[in-house]
């Protein structure tokens, strides 16, 4: 036998070990595979290359005529499982295998099939019945779609998948409802068949369906998201809407509102040489309309023209996910030119001169709200991305953006000239009339714009030679690609150098040494950085209103900070703002004090020192019970970091913060109490506590603090817990976690501060006013999220306390201040949740 070559018996034991394997699956989905088995023998049987003849389809199909003038009352349900070509049936396996196969295993066999075939009868039943009012009043779409046969699996796949959304967790709950109904209606809108109507109508009817198969539990209404999840859910909107005219594009037969561009794809491109003879402006029909704009389409560039800006609206879906502020502004920004140039072009803002629809017919009303969807679509996506924009904190230079916006405005105003210029050069040649200075100035602003909005205008020439040809399909293309490769770089660059060296020099100090145990907390975005002249050393703050919030004390170096406070404090009153010294250690009190400022205790630091970790003895009986229950139980702890996840790991840590961010009342906090995304960052690790079957019980992350280039303490900042894993899972963690650290040689483990609240004991003066305000914010808190309740848990380990001050200069600033805490740590609190907040305190 060939060394390297796998033996006859190898072969076979190989198949039947995938044979067992495929055995084990299928009992698992039993459904599934019956589902996709019925899809593929009906696509032999019928011809899977091109669909079912005319007559099978007839037969099988559903629709207005098969439904309601042949009473083909099986028809909802046989058009589910018959496609119409090759690609649809290689994707509906797909999709079914993936999509009803999770679906099976979240409601099981017989619930999965209710809603297979339920949801689409519904959804067909209740379109057809739009189709049957619609028609009998003279609608227009419900007419020319009278004599469509449909057949669409993805009707009882979107139904399926809908109704399993109640079954699933928050994270996958949120995420199937919002993409399959953003995907089902950019399939209306863009294509406009029957099917996509019948379609939308059986997801919202697997949306009502869900509660009904699981009425224990609310899964009906909206939960409150992170923000890591909005940016999941905005990109993916955004980029879905994207590619919108794509389907348009491949959709057989255009019906949709947003369908037009489809239709400079349908017909031969005219002979521009007689055109603009028979197509005057005077003298203008509905077939000269489609001949100028196929000709102004007649080419390479004028597709890029209509394709590139949607290509930037991919570009800013990436930045989007990412958090970035910059890439929002840009969606907003294709999508408010979109609302505009549609409102223009299509006669609804004043000025736009003559409007598409002038005289009030039969198909009037049609018509208008037709073209306003093309209005209102990209604007509600703009207001929705401004109104959301709290949540996409990861601001980019101001260098940067100038930079951008310098290219661009360069990049658009040279291209024009250069049109305007050789155009005039070769007026003679170029196009199909001698044009002057005028009429090239008239028409430079449609060099840019997508050809779908110029389909109802006249124009006054077109190119006739290779020359007007570049100039006139040139310059758009050329616009558009440096809008869009100008924006790569802001959107993708590390916002450490994006925020200059200030960020990376901060980094360094912290990296070298000095500072406390909550300074890596001066690494998260939404801080900025002010570095001493004098002593080397930086303070990070952020400035809300008229405060400067610190992030801590200063770092950088170990000698005392008293010149630094001072010279800082200096630094913002130059600026207008307060100075504010947040979660300091208390050894900088006598620092303020002499200053005259007013210090406070708002937390206490819990640390504990790895090479003393030791958990015998009566006091250590909780964490004790708490490791021998997880071992018992087959979990184990894992020390890593985020990058070197599995996805499938980090999708579970995902879908835990999400459960942990839906059951609060109030929006995920901020400031120093780090989120999913500060998990990203390389020198962050993770504990992670993993049952046998790699089920993530719980987590937590621990930032590290250095000196001279090595870490020598971790701070507890990230903790979540999965709901319903056993009880102790946190401590079994910390346990561990000091364990691995006392086998390392670390010096401390801090388990953080829990904001507002500590231990030191009743002062005996009277408490101040800023007193009664953070002891006021501290009890209407405690109720969500706990602070309290997380100190009284950290005093298991048996830590050192070490108080964490606030330090201020002026009491009469003391309303301003507390209104920045507040903003600091609840940035996106609407007026609505502050209401409720004072009345939960009450």
Same mark, same amino acid.
């Given at each position: 036998m060939t060394e390297g070559v796998p033996s006859t018996a190898q072969w076979f034991g190989q198949l039947r070990a995938a044979t067992m394997a495929l055995g084990r699956v299928m009992r698992a989905r039993p459904f599934t595979f019956g589902v996709a088995t019925l899809v593929f023998v009906a696509a032999l049987v019928t011809g899977p290359i091109i669909g079912p003849h005319r007559s099978a389809r007839a037969l099988v199909g559903t629709g207005f005529e098969p439904l309601v003038e042949q009473g083909h009352w099986w028809s909802p349900v046989t058009a589910v499982l018959f496609t119409n070509n090759l690609v649809e049936l290689v994707v509906t396996l797909i999709l079914v295998v993936v999509l009803i196969g999770a679906a099976e295993g979240l409601m099981g066999f017989w619930r999965t099939a209710l809603a297979f075939v339920a949801t689409p009868v519904i959804g067909t039943v209740l379109g057809v019945g739009i189709q049957v009012f619609g028609n009998r009043g003279g609608e227009m779409w419900s007419r020319n779609v009278v004599e469509l046969v449909t057949l669409d699996p993805l009707t009882a796949i979107g139904g399926t998948i809908m109704t399993a959304s109640g079954f699933a967790s928050v994270l996958w709950r949120r995420r199937i409802r919002v993409l399959t109904l953003v995907v089902c209606l950019v399939f209306l809108l863009y294509s406009g068949q029957p099917s996509d109507m019948?379609?939308?109508?059986?997801?919202?009817?697997?949306?009502?369906?869900?509660?009904?198969?699981?009425?224990?539990?609310?899964?009906?209404?909206?939960?409150?998201?992170?923000?890591?999840?909005?940016?999941?859910?905005?990109? $993916?909107?955004?980029?879905?809407?994207?590619?919108?005219?794509?389907?348009?594009?491949?959709s057989a037969s255009r019906y949709g509102p947003l369908a037009p561009i489809g239709l400079l794809f349908t017909y031969d491109v005219p002979n521009p040489g007689d055109l603009l003879d028979r197509c005057q402006v005077f003298n203008l029909t509905r077939t000269c309309l489609r001949d100028i704009t196929l000709e102004r389409i007649n080419g390479v560039g004028p597709i890029l023209v209509s394709v590139i800006p949607l290509l930037v609206l991919l570009v800013a879906a990436y930045g989007l996910l990412?958090?970035?502020?910059?890439?929002?502004?840009?969606?907003?920004?294709?999508?408010?030119?979109?609302?505009?140039?549609?409102?223009?072009?299509?006669?609804?803002?004043?000025?736009?001169?003559?409007?598409?629809?002038?005289?009030?017919?039969?198909?009037?009303?049609?018509?208008?709200?037709?073209?306003?969807?093309?209005?209102?679509?990209?604007?509600?996506?703009?207001?929705?991305?401004?109104?959301?924009?709290?949540?996409?904190?990861?601001?980019? $230079?101001a260098r940067r953006v100038r930079q951008y916006i310098v290219t661009i405005v360069v990049a658009g105003l040279g291209l024009a000239l250069v049109y305007v210029v050789v155009g005039f050069l070769f007026r003679e040649t170029a196009f199909t009339r001698p044009v002057d200075v005028a009429t090239l100035f008239?028409?430079?602003?449609?060099?840019?714009?997508?050809?779908?909005?110029?389909?109802?205008?006249?124009?006054?020439?077109?190119?006739? $030679?290779?020359?007007?040809?570049?100039?006139?399909?040139?310059?758009?293309?050329?616009?558009w690609a440096v809008v869009i490769l100008a924006a790569i770089r802001p959107i993708i660059e590390n916002p450490s150098k994006e925020r200059g060296s200030g960020a990376a020099r901060a980094r360094a100090l912290l990296t070298r040494g000095g500072g406390d145990a909550l300074a890596f907390m001066t690494t998260w975005a939404g801080n900025s950085y002010w570095f001493d002249p004098v002593g080397g050393a930086a303070v990070a703050y952020r400035v809300v209103g008229r405060v400067a919030l610190t992030t801590g004390g200063p770092f950088g170096t170990p000698v005392s900070y008293d010149g630094t406070i001072e010279r800082f404090a200096r630094y913002c009153d130059d600026n207008g703002w307060v100075p504010v010294f947040y979660s300091v250690a208390y050894t900088l009190a006598p620092d303020f004090e002499s200053m005259g400022w007013t210090t406070m205790v708002v937390a206490e630091e819990t640390v504990v020192r790895p090479q003393k970790w030791n958990t015998s003895g009566k006091k250590w009986q909780d964490v004790r019970t708490s490791v021998n229950r997880a071992e018992r139980a087959g979990i184990r702890a894992v020390w890593t970091s985020y990058g070197a996840l599995p996805l499938g790991i980090a999708s579970q840590i995902s879908e835990i913060s999400e459960q942990w961010v839906a059951e609060k009342d109030l929006p995920e906090m901020g400031f120093t109490l780090g989120s999913l995304d500060e998990l990203h960052d390389p020198a962050v690790r993770l504990m992670l506590a993993l049952d046998a079957d790699g089920w993530v019980q719980g987590v937590t992350s621990w930032l590290p603090s250095y000196r001279n280039g090595a870490v020598v303490g971790w701070t507890l900042d990230f903790m979540r817990r999965r709901p319903g894993s056993i009880n102790g899972v946190m401590e079994f963690l910390i346990a561990e976690s000091a364990t691995r650290m006392r086998e390392q040689g670390v010096e401390f483990m801090s388990l953080s501060a829990a904001p507002l609240a500590h231990t030191a004991a009743e002062r005996e003066d009277e408490p101040t006013a800023m007193d009664r305000v953070l002891g006021y914010l501290s009890s209407s808190l405690e109720p969500v999220y706990g602070f309290r309740s997380l100190l009284k848990f950290k005093r298991k380990f048996q830590p050192e306390f070490r108080p964490l001050i606030m330090a201020y200069p002026d009491p009469v600033t003391l309303p301003l201040i507390g209104a920045a805490l507040v903003r600091a740590y609840l940035p996106g609190i609407s007026v609505r949740q502050a209401a409720n907040l004072v009345r939960g305190r009450r």
């Open positions: 019948y379609r939308l109508l059986a997801v919202i009817a697997g949306l009502g369906l869900g509660p009904l198969l699981r009425p224990a539990k609310r899964v009906l209404g909206w939960v409150r998201s992170s923000h890591h999840e909005i940016r999941v859910l905005m990109a $993916s909107v955004v980029a879905l809407t994207a590619v919108g005219p794509v389907v348009a594009l491949l990412r958090g970035r502020r910059f890439a929002l502004w840009i969606a907003v920004a294709v999508n408010g030119m979109l609302a505009v140039l549609a409102a223009y072009f299509f006669g609804f803002l004043p000025v736009a001169g003559e409007p598409y629809v002038v005289r009030p017919t039969a198909r009037y009303w049609e018509i208008v709200v037709s073209l306003a969807v093309s209005v209102a679509l990209p604007l509600v996506i703009a207001i929705l991305l401004i109104v959301m924009r709290r949540h996409f904190p990861v601001l980019t $230079s008239s028409s430079v602003s449609e060099r840019f714009i997508p050809v779908a909005f110029l389909r109802h205008q006249s124009a006054n020439f077109l190119p006739a $030679s290779p020359v007007g040809m570049l100039l006139y399909h040139g310059v758009g293309p050329v616009f």
